[in-house]
């Protein structure tokens, strides 16, 4: 139930008073062990231990580069997401592993942590970058407040969870401020073919919302006829 609103550059909005942070901040780090987890095989690690050997002086340059990036659109993509969700962010820092091997790793809200690729433009990096912690959110979301009612597999939550952070880095216009260079849009040629069905019928459903509560219980609907989702 929303029980009181806020305003920020203009918007006002619903938040619950159960929530927690409005502003979050995210710190880049490097973290190995942390990393090394996400490694299978033998062939795997012995290529991730190489590459960390090899990429550890320039990582840790480029972690600035991106973090002096990121905090330039830091406090309005907060409240963005705030907005549109009507979900403050449930931590107030997440942490996100700069890794010489894995492009993209969201957490399935568990905690405040997430993986991105070390190689990129530090200005480019910013979509992926808020792609991985809008999942993390959403499956937060669904955890504290849906899981309940609304019983889904991991698999379809996260299904769910990667569209809705395709639409919401793409859909709203406020989205471009961060990003305006990417033309990408609400792209479905992506790395998981196994969504796209699912994917395009959830686009009218999130332009056409009412909230994000609807649309989220638009997806439950829906994702109820995939039952073998997974990464």
Same mark, same amino acid.
């Given at each position: 139930m929303f029980i009181r609103r806020v305003c920020y550059n203009g918007y006002v909005f619903p938040?619950?008073?159960?929530?927690?942070?409005?502003?979050m901040q995210v710190q880049f780090i490097i973290d190995k062990k942390y990393d090394r987890q996400f490694v299978r095989g033998k062939k795997s690690l012995q290529f991730f231990t190489a590459q960390y050997k090899v990429s550890r002086f320039f990582m840790e340059a480029t972690l600035k580069l991106y973090q002096k990036s990121w905090d330039e659109i830091n406090d309005a993509f907060s409240n963005y997401i705030a907005r549109e969700t009507g979900y403050n962010w449930f931590y107030d820092a997440y942490k996100c592993v700069l890794s010489p091997v894995h492009v993209g790793i969201?957490?399935?809200?568990?905690?405040?942590?997430?993986?991105? #690729?070390?190689?990129?433009? $530090?200005?480019?990096?910013r979509r992926i970058t808020a792609h991985e912690l809008v999942i993390s959110h959403y499956f937060e979301i669904y955890r504290r407040h849906y899981a309940h009612n609304y019983p889904l597999t991991d698999g379809q939550v996260w299904a769910l969870a990667e569209i809705? #952070?395709?639409?919401?880095? $793409?859909?709203?216009?406020?989205i471009r401020q961060f990003w305006p260079w990417d033309s990408s849009g609400y792209y479905t040629d992506h790395n998981y073919p196994q969504i796209v069905p699912l994917q395009k019928k959830l686009k009218n459903s999130f332009l056409k919302k009412k909230n994000f509560e609807e649309y989220m219980k638009r997806g439950f609907a829906l994702v109820k006829k995939f039952s073998d989702l997974k990464p």
């Open positions: 938040l619950e008073i159960r929530n927690h942070f409005l502003y969201a957490n399935w809200g568990r905690e405040p942590i997430i993986v991105r #690729a070390w190689q990129e433009n $530090s200005y480019t990096q809705a #952070a395709f639409a919401l880095t $793409s859909l709203p216009r406020d």
